[in-house]
């Protein structure tokens, strides 16, 4: 059963930096896709980044700012987010699916991790 628990959320001042961990565990990192979504109190969920073996993907709205990695030998996914605003605020979640970011990133992940809050007051 795949499983994911993300972590590394917490306040941070604007312009500062996070580095969000994604723990997962039950499946091989490699041939997933691993996408990085946020959910702000009141708005959508919004899909801003992913990675799989055709590369990496980004929402305008944090291309520059956020690097997604991923360690494969440690089942791990990474989000480090730089210059952070308080437009960033919300609860942070990966999900794992077992196809490429071309696909998943857009049609949907098949698991889902608890999420994780980011605050950057204004």
């Known amino acids: 059963q795949l499983h994911l628990v993300e972590s590394g959320g917490g306040l941070v001042q604007p312009g500062g930096s996070l580095r969000l961990s994604c723990t997962t565990s039950?499946?091989?990192?490699?041939?997933?896709?691993i996408g990085w979504f946020r959910q702000a109190p009141g708005q959508e969920r919004e899909r801003i980044s992913c990675?799989?073996?055709?590369?990496?993907k980004y929402s305008d709205s944090v291309k520059g700012r956020f690097t997604i990695s991923r360690d494969n030998a440690k089942n791990m996914v990474y989000l480090q987010m730089n210059n952070l605003k308080p437009e960033d605020t919300a609860v942070y979640y990966c999900a794992a699916d077992r196809a490429d970011c071309d696909i998943s990133f857009y049609l949907g992940m098949a698991s889902w991790g608890q999420g994780t809050q980011v605050t950057v007051p204004s």
């Open positions: 990675i799989s073996g055709s590369g990496t």
């Open positions: 039950g499946f091989t990192l490699a041939g997933y896709a």
